[in-house]
């Protein structure tokens, strides 16, 4: 039996004395230690004796730690909850076993939790853990679980997320499942959402950015022109600009494009000279880097190595290293040779300076350098 003294500093008014007496207890390895320390965590007001208590209780938990260990992901306690995810993570195998017992939960807030833990430790999560939280009753649980899915890369829920996405009617969840399946999907996957939405432009609004990012992450080249077409049909503004830029971005590297359609070039520069949000303007100059061999794509980008935007200048220039326009080699030639404007910024200028003087055209054996 634990010293009555102990017991009695534990509620001491000193936190220090509530400290040593806590730290006493743990290391007592008296069976009803575990007990008095949990019964003085619940009312403690001090983080370092909470600290202690913790430490203590973290030694004594080792034989059979876990029913105790969920037990602090209930506290009211930020800190204390942290702690006990921190102590699950410090015991991997023993914490597999917690984290069945959160999925299953009837707690709706734990079993969410557990499923958030699972992608901090994918390489021991079982897949049985995953498949239980997709069948939660709580919609919050099964969309976490997405989530983690496709953040994991478990391309053997590919199936079952295109089946929720499907046949689902809750829009948060088909989101979820359409940004997961961006990472763990194919073009079959695609061929069959196609099936309830066949054109980017005619995507419900709610579902538009998760079917872009789908797009960017398995789609294939001729979808630069469908996304082109959904901007060029009516003013969508800067969110849908930012998704669609990227989603083509990714589509463009991952098949190494290096030229586009008339339409989309139309589309593509006609956005370029509408007068864009700065970043969103910074982002198009980038995906259009991979098509200035054509010389419409490198005189729409041409300007903006004048923009007052050091990023936007510089981009500029960088897109246009693979240009061979005349007018571009003017350009980039003068601006080369335009030492007041390199120098209203020294530190943008030398890198604009740099990239002019790397620039690849200029450097081959087949063309004259600059002067």
């Not at 029913?67 to 015991?91: H, Q, Y």
């Not at 996304?227 to 991952?254: F, H, L, N, Q």
Request: hydrophobic share 40%; glycine share 6%; charged share 25%.
């Amino acid at each position: 039996m634990i010293d009555a003294k102990l017991i009695e500093a534990l509620g001491a008014v000193e936190t220090s004395e509530r400290r040593g007496a806590a730290q006493e207890i743990g290391e007592s390895g008296d069976p009803g230690a575990v007990a008095a320390l949990l019964s003085q965590l619940h009312k403690e007001d001090s983080r370092a004796v909470k600290e202690a208590i913790l430490r203590e209780l973290s030694h004594i938990w080792t034989a059979n730690p876990m029913d105790s260990i969920i037990g602090l992901l209930k506290d009211t306690d930020p800190f204390v909850r942290a702690e006990g995810g921190n102590m699950l993570e410090r015991r991997v195998n023993d914490a597999m076993e917690g984290l069945n017992r959160l999925v299953r939960n009837e707690d709706k807030d734990l079993r969410k939790f557990g499923v958030d833990m699972l992608n901090q430790m994918t390489s021991a999560a079982p897949d049985a853990l995953y498949s239980a939280a997709l069948k939660d009753a709580d919609i919050n649980v099964v969309i976490s679980a997405v989530e983690n899915i496709g953040s994991s890369r478990r391309v053997a829920f590919a199936d079952r997320l295109l089946t929720l996405a499907l046949k689902s009617s809750q829009p948060m969840l088909i989101c979820a499942c359409m940004e997961a399946l961006a990472f763990i999907g194919d073009r079959q996957t695609l061929d069959a959402l196609r099936v309830t939405y066949p054109d980017t432009a005619t995507v419900p609004g709610i579902y538009q950015q998760s079917f872009m990012k789908l797009l960017g992450g398995i789609a294939g080249p001729e979808t630069m022109e469908e996304i082109c077409r959904m901007i060029a049909g009516k003013s969508k503004g800067v969110p849908v600009y930012e998704i669609s830029i990227d989603a083509m971005t990714k589509i463009a590297v991952r098949h190494q494009l290096s030229a586009l359609s008339p339409f989309c070039e139309q589309v593509l520069c006609g956005l370029l000279q509408s007068g864009l949000d700065g970043e969103v303007c910074f982002h198009l100059i980038r995906l259009l880097r991979h098509f200035t061999g054509s010389p419409r794509v490198a005189l729409a980008v041409l300007p903006y190595i004048h923009n007052s935007d050091p990023a936007l200048a510089i981009a500029a220039v960088e897109s246009l290293e693979n240009s061979t326009d005349a007018v571009v080699e003017t350009a980039l030639n003068s601006l080369l040779a335009n030492e007041k404007y390199l120098e209203n910024d020294s530190e943008t200028g030398e890198e604009l300076r740099e990239l002019l003087r790397r620039r690849p055209r200029w450097n081959s054996l087949q063309s004259s350098s600059p002067s």
